[in-house]
């Protein structure tokens, strides 16, 4: 069987509000380890366009603009989620909201809140195309290497001409049921420690990770004169370069009718290896005493 072949594409580096403390966006900036021009557009965005949105009605199938709309408003959600649910920044960051008829924890830092919005309103632009096939968070230690990746699997199921895509269509699932949905995802996210287990680390930052389908590059920026959005991604942080010994874990899935959404966890081989090894020492520290 063959398989797919994939581009990933990573989303400038975000610096860790754990190391300095009460940044401002502009400081931040300046700490970036990378070069400055990879984060004019997501430390200083310009306001989007102002343009009207239908609200979504619960009792009718989702159209096309909807169901993409969707999808991308909840990966958002789920990425504050996992940054708090994994403690990649220290809990006083974040504020308790409601989303989905269900409690969330969203970031209160405006820079981080940016950066993870900006990174979204890409994906969704990808998503418009249909060229998605993964959104990644990596979860990360100091080295770079990766300890869990939260990995966004996404399939368009059918082709919509642009006039068509405020349009209903049919066999959709509704707008109501899709927030079902996100929120039982939501639910089982919020209890991941329990499978996965605590990060007791000090040093954890993450990385936002698009996979696109057939070799396709990603949209480039709108205006010639700005820096592309996405930079070329580290390969052993993409889905690409997982070890044989790393370990998924199936969180939730849903197929809108138009949109597939499926989410896993992988626990990489570097961090099954580092509790093996933490699991040795400490039972040769019992066998000493």
Partial sequence: MGTRSTMAVTWPRFPSPRRVPGASPSELC???????VLWLWSCHPRPPPTRRVRPMA???????NQAVRGVAEFIEVAIHTILYVR?????DLFVRRRKYDTPVFQSRHPALNEYIAGAVKAVT???TLGTV??????????DEKPLERFIFALRSTLQVESYNKDTS???????????QYFRSFLVKLSMIEAQLGQLYRDDLSFAILLELEDDKAPTASSDPKEPPPWI????????VGTGDAAELHMVRAVDTGIVNL???????????????ESASASKGKQKAT
Avoid: H, M, R, W
Avoid at 30 to 36: D, G, I, N, R
Avoid at 87 to 91: D, E, G, I, L, N
Avoid at 169 to 179: D, M, P, W
Avoid at 264 to 274: G, H, I, R
């Fill in 169 to 179: 269509v049919e066999g959709a699932i509704t707008a109501a049921s899709l927030g």
């Fill in 30 to 36: 300046s700490l970036s380890a990378l070069p400055v």
């Fill in 58 to 64: 619960g009792n009718l199938p989702l159209t096309f």
């Fill in 133 to 142: 096939d993964k959104v990644v968070v990596v979860i990360k230690d100091a």
């Fill in 262 to 276: 499926s989410l896993a966890v992988q626990e990489s081989e570097y961090k099954l290896n580092l509790e093996k």
């Fill in 232 to 239: 070329p991604a580290s390969t052993p942080l993409t889905t």
């Fill in 125 to 127: 632009d990808e998503l």
């Fill in 87 to 91: 403690q990649v920044y220290p809990s």
